[in-house]
């Protein structure tokens, strides 16, 4: 049965050590999702880190245009990507974080608007070094496989046989894609860079043993889909499937996931997690899904490359992949010293 943790920190206190050597440094981890920043540029938190780490620095840039964010009464997610940067810091804090806005205040995007930043930061970063080697993309975001109406079987034959032509590997049986999303994909993993995404929190009301699969990109055999793991231990009830879990935190008495500041005379904190925002308490909130599963998975991904010396993204997966098929929970440790 899964386990809560990853096995990254010492079990009697974390910030007395980590069981890890590796911090990520000489890795980039880029996360394309929300922004709570006003203006792009460098941003760094001094005092919200252990003292014996380096400050979470995070490099923000706001690249397209987005949908217009709703009425200031509607929920407000914009801290979601510093949420999740912190996330990626807590497991390789030395990484390069680059956080990347491609959703609204709401959440919300469009594929136009997602495709664009993506293909500009993958054009960046080959301009810069020639390959994607040494990178990480965080997508805590996903959509829907398109059905069978929207994409109907000739257009599927029209992209199998573009993908032929070019040179990629057929896509799996009975998967409908939507094609800029994977071309990105393909592209990202063909220069060298590992895709890490949520795999969705649309289960809620399924069985137990049959969550939904993945949204896409999670879905993808070139993307690491991540689920969520609670404290029973177990996937999160309302977590989609997923090639492997992190710890994502229960859902509330719906199974729905929650967004709160984590009061210390409550036992809303019991098990979540817990990362900066720029709105809450003190700077801290409490936060379960999917999303929050997938950039410790990341952070673990760069602390892989960091050890094995610039692998290529099959090898990242497969020692991410091998470190959780004790538990299913991904493991750090095995991950950078027991997994190929």
């Known amino acids: ?5 990853i096995n990254l920190f010492t079990s009697s206190s974390p910030l007395e050590g980590r069981t890890i050597d ?50 200031a009464e509607d929920v407000d997610i914009s801290d979601h990507g510093l949420f999740v940067s912190g996330l990626v810091y807590a497991v390789a804090p030395a990484s390069d974080i680059h956080l990347i806005r491609v959703l609204n205040d709401q959440g919300q995007g469009t594929l136009q608007a997602f495709v664009d930043a993506f293909n500009l930061y993958l054009q960046q970063r080959l301009a810069a070094q020639g390959s994607l080697q ?23 034959r029209a992209i199998v046989r573009m993908l032929e032509l070019w040179g990629f590997e057929a896509m799996p049986d009975g998967s409908n894609p939507i094609f800029a ?18 795999s969705g929190n649309d289960s809620a009301g399924e069985p137990p043993n049959s969550p939904l699969p993945s949204q896409i990109p999670a879905a993808y055999p070139e993307v690491v889909g991540v689920q969520a793991g609670s404290k029973t231990p177990g996937r999160s009830c309302y977590a989609n499937e997923g090639d492997l879990t992190a710890p994502g935190g229960d859902g509330d ?88």
């Open 134 to 156: 040494n990178t990480v993309i965080n997508l805590s975001l996903g959509t829907s496989q398109p059905s069978d109406e929207e994409l109907p079987p000739e257009g599927r």
């Open 1 to 5: 049965q899964p386990s809560p943790g």
């Open 181 to 198: 999303m994977l071309i990105s994909m393909l592209l990202a993993d063909s220069y060298g860079a590992t895709v890490v995404a949520a």
């Open 253 to 340: 008495a719906a199974c729905a996931p929650a967004h709160t500041t984590c009061p210390t005379d409550s036992g809303d904190c019991d098990f979540g997690v817990i990362s900066y925002t720029l709105s809450a308490y003190q700077g801290f909130a409490y936060w379960v899904g999917t999303s929050f599963a997938t950039p410790l998975v990341s952070g673990l991904a760069a602390d892989v490359i960091q050890v094995s010396g610039s692998p290529p993204p099959s090898d990242v997966q497969a020692a991410l992949l091998c470190s959780a098929q004790v538990t299913g929970v991904v493991d750090a440790v095995a991950a950078i010293s027991n997994c190929p």
């Open 22 to 71: 590796s911090d990520g440094e000489g890795v980039e981890v880029a996360i394309f999702d929300t922004s709570p920043f006003e203006a792009e540029g460098g941003y760094s938190f001094e005092g919200w880190g252990p003292p014996e780490v380096e400050p979470l620095a995070l490099t923000v840039s706001h690249p397209v245009a987005l949908p217009t964010s709703q009425p």
